[in-house]
Structures are given as structure tokens and as C-alpha cells.
């Protein structure tokens, strides 16, 4: 009976790491994020981003939103640039049953046994965000997840790097 409890709990756990993106960011520790008010968009390293328009749209899209909801103002004369960057490599994953008797591979094994080979692709957004006066980096945040190729689903998949790799800023400093 408490099995078919569990069951619901390690469902969501199992669906949460599926689609999650791993986030990290880092920062100048020398920099006052207070008064940085206004922002835009770092138009030649955008153009440089090896990705489709549309994605790059997505991309810019998702930032304007979160930008706005943290009480940023595109601006142009901005007190910060944002650029962007990204990278995908392809994930070939290999998995092996063998159904025989014993360790390792045996040419005359009982039961039999399959290779499953499948790929995915595992992409890396980075958000830089540049001093405007100064032209210095002063935070960075990365986001990497698996891709989709699903129109439908690439909204909410860049949605979602976007919203997890800005939930790092303002970076929040220890004392």
C-alpha cells in the first residue's frame, strides 16, 4: 500500500529531472548591481549566435520578458548589454542488456540479449550581461538541457532556459 503512495512522488521526481537545465553563474564580487536600470540587446555578438533566427527571436523574446519582470527598461542609451551565446553537441547514449548466464560478452551464452543506441541533442545557452559604460563583462549565466526538435515544444524549452538561467540574477552575495 505505501508503494502505490510512492509511486505519484517518484513519478514527479523522475519527470523533473527529464526536462530540467542545469544553471550556473557567475559574477564581478566588485560590481553594485543597484544601479543598473536600463538594458539592450549587444546586437554583433547576437548576429555571431549559430542558431536560426527564429530561435534567436525565442531567445530575445524570453530575455525581454524576463528583463521587464525584474523591472529592467530597454533602453537606447542602456546602463547594460546583453549578449548571447550558444552551443550544441549531439549525446549518442548506448545501452547494453545481456540476458545470458555470467559477466562480460560470451559468444555461446544462453538467453540472448540487445543493444539499444540512441541520440539526443544537449544544448548550452549563455546570457552575458556587459557594463554599458565600461564595456565589461560583469555577470555571465549558462543554462545546458536536452533540445527539442518539436516546434511546438521550442517556446516553452527556450522559455525555460531563459527563466532558469535569469532566476541567478541579480546575483545575491554572502556575507
Known amino acids: ?7 505519484p512522488v ?3 521526481f523522475i519527470l523533473a529531472s527529464c526536462s530540467a537545465v542545469r544553471v550556473n553563474a557567475d559574477f ?20 555571431k549566435a549559430e542558431i536560426s533566427d527564429l530561435d534567436k527571436k525565442r ?16 533602453s537606447e542609451t542602456p546602463d547594460l548589454l546583453i549578449n548571447i551565446f550558444t552551443k550544441e553537441r549531439e549525446q549518442v547514449n ?39 559604460k565600461k564595456k565589461e563583462m560583469i555577470w555571465q549565466g549558462e543554462g545546458v538541457g536536452y ?14 532556459f531563459v527563466t532558469k538561467i535569469m532566476s541567478q540574477y541579480p546575483p545575491v552575495l554572502k556575507k
Do not use: C
Request: proline fraction near 2%; charged fraction near 25%.
Open 1 to 7: 500500500m505505501k508503494a502505490i503512495k510512492f509511486l
Open 10 to 12: 517518484l513519478l514527479l
Open 28 to 47: 564581478d564580487k566588485n560590481v553594485n548591481f543597484e544601479p543598473y536600470k536600463t538594458y539592450a540587446f549587444y546586437k554583433t555578438g547576437i548576429d
Open 59 to 74: 531567445i530575445l523574446r524570453s530575455i525581454d520578458e524576463e528583463m521587464t519582470a525584474k523591472g529592467f527598461t530597454k
Open 94 to 132: 548506448v545501452n547494453q542488456f545481456n540476458a545470458g548466464w555470467g559477466f562480460g560478452w560470451n559468444p555461446w551464452m544462453w538467453g540472448g540479449g540487445y543493444n539499444n543506441v540512441s541520440t539526443s541533442s544537449e544544448g548550452t545557452l549563455t546570457i552575458d550581461l556587459i557594463d554599458a
Open 147 to 160: 533540445l527539442t526538435q518539436n516546434t511546438h515544444r521550442k517556446d516553452e524549452n527556450i522559455k525555460e
